[in-house]
């Protein structure tokens, strides 16, 4: 590698590169192995760069998941960067990326992509200091000019913010057809694509929620639900329980078993698999540690014992006894 083309991977990381040089990346890329290796490199420190070292609270629930962070390894030009880590948490700890090529990387990396996949639960911070835990199979999305020309994340699933103070550059996370908008508060907001309303609770601050047919400031301990379908929004009360997820609680109120079974599909990495109607209407609330597992979870919601189970490996069958 020569000094032009470590150059020319710093000008187009940190966003500086011509379209003279692009060009030049693209080309190398096509005809110079070695160059591709570094370029690959290059890309694992940027990500790692758009992902700020998740800092230790004064929690104790947060204070227990810090002392199981394991170090990342980086490349040393990602000091230009900035060091970062993402903790992922499950059943076991671990660490990862998924990458992508270097072709690919180069027309799609003016965005990054945080995920947290089913069976896990994501810790980090965003570059303006911004506290994010996202719950299982969710993912924000946020481009490179983040905290430059303004503070906008797209949202996929549940997410827990923790929103730094800046009264100069709003906080928008955009999620289905709702937005949200924030100066400085801590917010849950659930959107899975599978479920028919958009959930945005307020527990400190305030947050102006938009919707296509209309939009409203909540008040800490309300909730407001963003109906997909209609794009009304209505209020309710908050769940005190809302963000229990992120202190490793599984949490519902008044909710059916296949919407249960639907977050343990996210959190266990198991498909479901029952004939329409098995479970009739009961519904049921309540609050159980995500450390259990889903047999004993399944035998706590079959109050009555009238179903039987069978596994084989991520498939669970569920059957009337």
């Known amino acids: 590698m020569t000094d032009k083309h470590e150059n020319l991977l710093a000008a187009y990381f940190s966003g ?13 890329l096509k005809t110079d192995k070695e160059f591709v290796g570094r370029f690959s490199e290059a890309q694992k420190a940027y990500v790692a760069a758009c992902i700020p070292a998740f800092e230790k609270t004064k929690t104790e629930d947060y204070g227990r998941l810090e002392a199981k962070l394991q170090p990342r390894r980086s490349f040393n030009w990602a000091l230009a960067f900035g060091l970062a880590a993402v903790v992922f948490l499950g059943a076991a700890l671990f ?3 998924k990458y992508l090529d270097a072709e690919r990387f180069l027309s799609q990396s003016e965005t990054t992509t945080i995920s947290s996949t089913r069976g896990t639960v994501t810790q980090t ?4 200091g911004t506290r994010v835990c996202l719950n299982a199979g969710s993912s924000i999305t946020f481009d490179r000019s983040f905290g430059r020309k303004g503070r906008n994340v797209t949202l996929d699933g549940e997410g827990y913010f923790e929103v730094a103070s800046d009264k100069a550059r709003l906080f928008k996370v955009r999620t289905g057809n709702a937005c949200v908008t924030v100066k400085g508060t801590v917010f849950n907001v659930r959107s899975y694509a599978d479920e028919p309303e958009i959930a945005v609770s307020l527990l400190e601050g305030s947050v102006l929620l938009s919707a296509p047919e209309g939009e409203t400031t909540l008040k800490p301990g309300t909730c407001g639900i963003v109906s997909r379908e209609e794009g009304n929004i209505r209020l309710e009360k908050a769940s005190q329980s809302v963000a229990s997820w992120t202190k490793g609680r599984i949490h519902f109120t008044d909710r059916t078993i296949p919407e249960i079974l639907a977050d343990l599909h996210r959190t266990y990495c198991v498909d479901f698999v029952y004939e329409d109607g098995l479970f009739g209407d009961e519904r049921f609330s309540g609050s159980i540690s ?10 706590y919601l079959d109050v009555d014992h009238k179903f039987r189970w069978t596994r084989e490996e991520d498939k669970i069958e569920i059957h009337k006894k």
């Open 16 to 28: 500086q590169a011509t379209e003279s040089e692009k060009e030049e990346i693209a080309s190398l």
């Open 95 to 97: 660490t990862g990326y």
């Open 125 to 128: 911070q965003l570059p303006d």
């Open 290 to 299: 995500s450390n259990l597992s889903i047999d004993e979870i399944l035998s």
